[in-house]
């Protein structure tokens, strides 16, 4: 199994050459506190590195999820607009929120391992 | 007085860390803005049982003096003079054109004596304009090493009256001197949650022990600032700096309520406060905006600044504060509003992130006020 990470704490695991799977970490969901309500981007919806493209709201504020790779949006996980509660109990599995089609795999290059992201959260 | 500018913290500061607390700045304080349990939980826990605050970063002032009431009364459209002995009332310091420059609460502790908790980013102020107000007609005191725990929730009554059982007679916005363990604790049946709860000043270095006695009754958990937030914003009631500002009249900001009849035009000490014209005249002919409470439709939570537009596109207000409801499950806001869209019960939206969220016009609280009135 491949899972990489990103400094804004997401995760991306790949399923395939160029198919991959984001969720945020465990950690920024402890961060982030109760979910109360998950934006989430259209299917098709290109994204690329670095923009915005989903609004995770707790019941404090508002944060922003921030593309960790550039592509096409083939899936979202739209059970999240009912139940945001999914990504704080599951942020690696059922609370997932994205599949993207990459467009430069190369990307990939550029984000942590585990045990990278690990001393990263530590710092 | 003094305050220095650097970051303060409460003489709970390290009991906050010790519970594993996230700390903030506010007001100039390091604060618990939530604990381990969250702040949905600790929100859910103090509408069932009994939530413990430290509220201490908030101003505690004395007046002294025998004119001390009728001097407070030249700085708040509300009645002081008649204010019961042992008795709180809410009141409002207003400004020369009619704003509001903080809102707070009085107790009178005697006939020369009136005892204040003020909002913490305002107490610099508040304190220099009651010195240079009314300074000279009575000693205005700002209570320094002083703390303020709130007990707020159903089961509160219930775990103070184990510890001293005399607080169980109390009703809301009264006040009892009382010693608890050997401590002296100035106790209101009062609090912001819109929970029946006690407020309770009593010397810092005794806030320590009084709140883990306080917090070793299981039906007690700390709550942070967080949820004081959605409580408070559930019970519909004002926040200084969001509903409240020196910009709108008390009128504006739809606590009429909170303006006596002694103090309202035709009244025995009609006017005689700052802007006293103004709000008169807001009282008597309406006023351009008030707050109302609003359900948007859906999810998606609309917060502070969030425009408010008509089906027409036209802009009628702003979101005051907004969040998400934990007690009610779904968003709730508060907002300022032109008074002809809210009479005119027109269709509103609140724009979020460009995108049009229809919202209703509701009456405030959102949910039920539970003061014990006896």
Redesign the interface.
Known sequence: MSIKFSEDHEWVELKGDDLVVIGITDFAQEQLGDLVYVELPEVGDECSRGENISVIESVKAASDLVAPVSGTIIEVNSRLEDEPELVTEDSMGEGWFIKVKLSNTSELDDLMDESAYNSFIEE | MSIDKQIRTTSLYQMHLDAGAKMVPFAGYEMP??YPL????E?IHTREKAGLFDVSHMGQIRLVGKNAKRALESLVPVDIIDLPLMKLRYALFTNKDGGVMDDLMVTNLGDEDLFLVVNAACKEADFEHLQNSIGVECKVEFLEDVALLALQGPKAHEVLAEITPSTSEMTFMTAKQLVINGINCFITRSGYTGEDGFEISLPAKDAEDLAKLLLSNEEVEWVGL?AR??LRLEAGLSLYGHELDNDHSPVESSLNWALSKVRRTGGERQGGYLGDDIIMSHLNEGSESKIVGLQPEG???V?DGALIEDDLGNEVGKVTSG??G?SLEK?IAIARLETHYIENQSKLFALV?GKKIAVEIVRLPFVKQNYYRG
């Open positions: 803005v939530s969250g702040i949905k939980k929100h967080g937030d959605s999810r998606m939570p917060r969040g998400f934990p968003p992130r």
